[in-house]
């Protein structure tokens, strides 16, 4: 922060929230032009094109995994757990940033994050749908999967609810649905604007159906902004437990590299670290491409990565941990499982994971690479990746040698982990699409709220209450139609 | 909806396009001792509900009652089910094992706090609702868009259509319009 009030302490010298010139019309214009425009970009459909090839990759896979079992992905027996739960681990911490950015920063009344809390929502939302999919199939019969859930049945059983996964259905589920209804709020009002500004019928018509009749009434919007906040409120400490109750899954069990406390913090930092990581790779190549560039500004770039940094050095203090507690705890088996992380047959994918996670992004202390798109988006590629084998690192790396030298075997994924994985990237990217297209992506009520017009200025609305001079003969800022 | 007969008047609505002469407006309405009335603004302005005299809302009341329920709700779920339905011994521990049970019971806290938020937002908001007379005004479109409205109701006792329509004249609205019910 003191390195970028430069010259003048008085002169903010930040890039601004809002590229200048804007006003209620303007802005409310630009959005919705991106949603209401007739046919699609070119660019548009060569992209979806295909991302959709990617997800019928995926559900192909489904489909062949659903007919012959979850023996055609690599795992094994001690390795149980693999790409599975990797990329279920991988999602969900994906999706974290986006309630980060749309709970946390609200409360802390951050309001550069209105133009990108939308678009990181969205992201949260598909980032969990992929997320679900992995645990979902890798119970081997994903038709029972409702027995996951407590209800009275004919079998006379209930689910454990001492189990950590039980937990987690718990957790993942109202995660996904807390961030559905959070997003959807948001999106009440916008879908109004959308309604009254289309032209074509069957857009007015679905738009004014998903609005349910908003009308911007005075009393409607106290009583949206208690529920927003309070949904906030209600977010940030879920979003806190969902990726504990993540890490909980590993560190209630008893194997090596696995039963730590450090788990649950350095869980969650790892998962902010990685969603700031994808909205900036999908946000760099989005406010090119629709020329949003005064929206999402270089203040939220060099913003976001500086939250990422700080993730970052976290997860960085993670590393650095579990490699002192494996020596300090005295226990053969975990200095044998850190030995075998870092030197044993996968060790190659530990230095990775150090290059990518703890080496490459310190390059962002550096302002000029701060501001600099490329290198930007290029740390965060990294740190995608690098995010990928730190799971990998955690669950395969624990399981492939355990206890007894017996029970040791090698795992290596089949072409189907490949495809299911790279798959729920496609259908990712496809809803990302979808949505980009079809929904506003950077949220207009909030967005007029940034304006300097959109204050109420105390000591004008008592001159104009007052009478002083007849209301209507000050000339009132004109907007432009 | 059908034809409506053309004597229905829901009120007069006046249109603003600054957020300082709409909260002034307000208040000059309800100084003059209006008080069925209601603004509209394309995003949210604390300054105006006040000015229309609303000050409370019971969506915090609603979140809290459904945190409450959830907790008792996630807890009694899982007492019931594992201590007493279905007794399962894992590992030697009580069948009241109190500290596993309460990732659940926070689920359930802010799933059931949630849902009151969005569900009491909208219960109480009246949505959706698909017609409303205030759509009935063509420049309205513009209330989710640029432009600020004040609406008198025609059930206001003070109401009376030319007087009304002058008092909102004289407050320098852009443009005041009969809204049909």
């Given at each position: 922060m003191a390195a970028e009030i430069e010259k003048n302490e008085h002169i903010d010298t930040r890039p601004p929230v809002i590229g200048p010139g804007h006003n209620f019309a303007s802005l409310t214009q630009k959005i919705v032009d991106i949603v209401l425009m007739r046919g699609f970009k070119k660019g548009w459909i060569f992209g979806f094109a295909i991302v959709f090839l990617g997800a019928l990759m995926l559900f192909?896979?489904?489909?062949?995994?659903?007919?012959?079992?979850v023996g055609i992905w690599g795992n094994n027996i001690p390795v149980g757990w693999a790409f599975d739960i990797i990329n279920f681990v991988w999602w969900i911490g994906i999706g974290h940033a986006g309630t980060l950015i749309s709970a946390i920063l609200l409360l802390l009344r951050q309001s550069w994050r209105n133009s990108i809390n939308r678009f990181a929502e969205a992201m949260t939302l598909f980032a969990v749908a992929c997320a679900g999919l992995f645990p979902a199939l890798h119970t081997g019969r994903p038709w029972v999967d409702y027995w996951l859930f407590p209800y009275p049945?004919?079998?006379?059983?209930?689910?454990?609810?001492?189990?950590?996964?039980?937990?987690?259905?718990?957790?993942?589920?109202?995660?996904?649905?807390?961030?559905?209804?959070f997003w959807f709020m948001g999106l009440i009002p916008d879908f109004a604007t959308l309604r009254d500004k289309a032209k074509n019928k069957v857009q007015k018509s679905i738009y004014g159906m998903l609005a349910m009749g908003w009308r911007g009434d005075a009393r409607h919007w106290h009583r949206y902004e208690s529920a927003y906040l309070l949904l906030a409120g209600l977010s940030t400490p879920l979003v806190l437990s969902v990726h504990t109750i993540v890490s909980f899954d590993f560190s209630v069990g008893i194997i090596p590299g696995w039963h730590a406390t450090i788990f649950p913090p350095y869980f969650v930092a790892g998962a902010i670290y990685a969603g700031f990581a994808m909205v900036l790779t999908l946000a760099i190549p989005v406010r090119k491409f629709y020329n949003i560039e005064d929206f999402i500004t270089l203040r939220h770039i060099r913003n976001m990565c500086k939250v990422m940094l700080a993730t970052g050095l976290i997860v960085g203090y993670g590393y650095l941990m579990e490699l002192f507690m494996s020596w300090y705890s005295g226990n053969t088996y975990e200095m044998f499982m850190m030995k075998n992380r870092i030197f044993g047959p996968y060790?190659?994918?530990?230095?990775?994971?150090?290059?990518?996670?703890?080496?490459?992004?310190?390059l962002l202390w550096v302002k000029k690479y701060r501001d600099n798109l490329l290198v930007v988006f290029i740390v965060s590629m990294?740190?995608?990746?690098?995010?990928?084998?730190?799971?990998?690192?955690?669950?395969?790396?624990?399981?492939?040698?355990?206890?007894?030298?017996?029970?040791?075997?090698?795992?290596?994924?089949?072409?189907?982990?490949?495809?299911?994985?790279?798959?729920?990237?496609?259908?990712?990217?496809?809803?990302?699409?979808?949505?980009?297209?079809?929904?506003?992506?950077?949220?207009?009520?909030?967005?007029?709220?940034?304006?300097?017009?959109?204050?109420?200025?105390?000591?004008?609305?008592?001159?104009?209450?007052?009478?002083?001079?007849?209301?209507?003969?000050?000339?009132?800022?004109?907007?432009?139609? | 909806m059908t034809k409506q007969e053309e004597s229905g008047t829901y009120g007069l609505m006046a249109e603003f396009d600054d957020p300082n002469a709409?909260?002034?407006?307000?208040?000059?309405?309800?100084?003059?001792?209006?008080?069925?009335?209601?603004?509209?603004?394309?995003?949210?302005?604390?300054?105006?509900?006040?000015?229309?005299?609303?000050?409370?809302?019971?969506?915090?009341?609603?979140?809290?009652?459904?945190?409450?329920?959830?907790?008792?709700?996630?807890?009694?779920?899982?007492?019931?089910?594992?201590?007493?339905?279905?007794?399962?011994?894992?590992?030697?521990?009580?069948?009241?094992?109190?500290?596993?049970?309460?990732?659940?019971?926070?689920?359930?806290?802010?799933?059931?706090?949630?849902?009151?938020?969005?569900?009491?937002?909208?219960?109480?908001?009246?949505?959706?609702?698909?017609?409303?007379?205030?759509?009935?005004?063509?420049?309205?479109?513009?209330a989710s868009q640029d432009r600020f409205f004040v609406c008198i109701k025609a059930d206001d006792p003070k109401f009376n259509e030319a007087e009304t329509h002058a008092f909102l004249q004289s407050l320098g609205a852009r443009e005041v319009s009969h809204v049909q019910s």
């Open positions: 192909n896979t489904i489909a062949y995994l659903v007919l012959k079992g049945n004919t079998m006379g059983m209930w689910p454990n609810f001492r189990s950590p996964l039980m937990w987690d259905v718990f957790a993942v589920s109202t995660y996904a649905t807390v961030s559905l209804l060790g190659f994918m530990y230095w990775l994971l150090i290059l990518c996670n703890v080496l490459v992004p310190q990294f740190i995608n990746v690098g995010m990928w084998l730190e799971r990998f690192v955690i669950i395969v790396m624990s399981l492939n040698r355990d206890f007894s030298p017996a029970s040791w075997r090698m795992y290596y994924p089949t072409i189907f982990d490949f495809t299911m994985f790279f798959g729920t990237i496609g259908f990712f990217l496809t809803c990302m699409f979808l949505f980009i297209r079809f929904v506003p992506m950077i949220p207009i009520f909030e967005m007029k709220t940034l304006l300097p017009e959109a204050k109420v200025d105390e000591k004008k609305v008592e001159q104009l209450a007052e009478g002083r001079g007849p209301l209507g003969a000050t000339p009132l800022p004109q907007f432009g139609d | 709409v909260v002034a407006a307000a208040r000059r309405v309800y100084e003059a001792g209006y008080r069925r009335i209601n603004a509209y603004s394309p995003y949210p302005i604390e300054e105006l509900s006040a000015a229309i005299g609303y000050h409370k809302d019971l969506v915090s009341l609603t979140v809290f009652a459904c945190g409450i329920l959830g907790a008792i709700g996630g807890f009694a779920l899982q007492y019931w089910t594992s201590a007493i339905d279905y007794p399962l011994n894992v590992g030697g521990r009580p069948l009241l094992s109190l500290p596993s049970f309460i990732p659940i019971i926070f689920e359930c806290t802010v799933l059931l706090a949630s849902f009151g938020a969005f569900l009491g937002m909208l219960g109480m908001n009246r949505l959706p609702e698909p017609y409303h007379p205030v759509f009935n005004v063509p420049s309205f479109a513009r």
